[in-house]
């Protein structure tokens, strides 16, 4: 069974740099998209962005501009570092695994981390 | 970008009632999923493909629709799947959710 745990930290400073990681176990990161979704408390999901394991991605445009996604498949990791950071960036961030399939087109994300809440706040 | 609308957004019910809820998208598109989200837990992918039941969720949820309207039915509502359910649409980047319907007890 593939598991997904977020790390980083839970309060970042405004206009700093937030840095997340996802740690995949039970699987391999290989030949998957992996994505990072967000929810601001009482708010709905937004999805941040997708990483393929050889590292093609595609970003939200309303993030893209100060979003940057990376892969270490030698450590089954993903990450995800969103700068100049606002209150608005407040939220859970989850990480989930991306299912396509072909031309069958996208399946959806069949397995998510627990969440971790990222505050931003001086 | 698409838009997603759900409605309704909130839904009371009892168990063993019949329940449906709609998600409307702001054009046509074949990708669509659906996920159940418990407090202070991840969502659960519960259909793809607007009507693929994912590997082990229940038969008593269903999807269907096609182009602008899909709907999600629990035939028989059970005390576990007193939730917030989310659509989401795969059709077209940036990938879009639905704001959510809670369904809780009535």
């Known amino acids: 069974q593939v598991q997904l745990q977020e790390s980083g930290p839970g309060l970042v400073k405004p206009s700093e740099t937030l840095s997340l990681t996802c740690t995949v176990s039970g699987g391999s990161i290989s030949n998957y998209y992996w994505s990072w979704i967000r929810q601001p408390p009482g708010k709905q999901l937004e999805w941040i962005g997708y990483?393929?394991?050889?590292?093609?991605?595609n970003y939200n445009p309303s993030l893209e501009s100060r979003l940057t996604i990376s892969v270490d498949t030698s450590k089954n990791q993903f990450s995800l570092r969103l700068s100049s950071v606002t209150a608005a960036d407040t939220a859970i961030y989850y990480c989930?695994?991306?299912?396509?399939?072909?031309?069958?087109?996208?399946?959806?994300?069949?397995?998510w981390g627990q969440g971790t809440l990222v505050t931003v706040s001086s | 970008d698409i838009q997603l609308t759900q409605s309704p957004s909130f839904l009371s019910a009892s168990v063993g009632d019949r329940v449906t809820i709609t998600c409307r998208a702001s054009?046509?598109?074949?990708?669509l999923a659906w996920y159940q989200q418990k407090p202070g837990k991840a969502p659960k992918l519960l259909i793809y493909?607007?009507?693929t039941l994912q590997s082990g969720v229940p038969s008593r949820f269903s999807g269907s629709g096609s182009g602008t309207e899909f709907t999600l039915t629990i035939s028989s509502l059970q005390p576990e799947d007193f939730a917030t359910y989310h659509c989401q649409q795969l059709n077209s980047y940036p990938f879009t959710f639905g704001p959510g319907t809670k369904v809780d007890v009535k």
């Open positions: 989930a695994r991306a299912v396509y399939a072909g031309a069958s087109g996208w399946r959806g994300f069949d397995f």
């Open positions: 054009q046509g598109i074949s990708y």
């Open positions: 990483i393929y394991s050889t590292g093609t991605t």
């Open positions: 493909a607007a009507s």
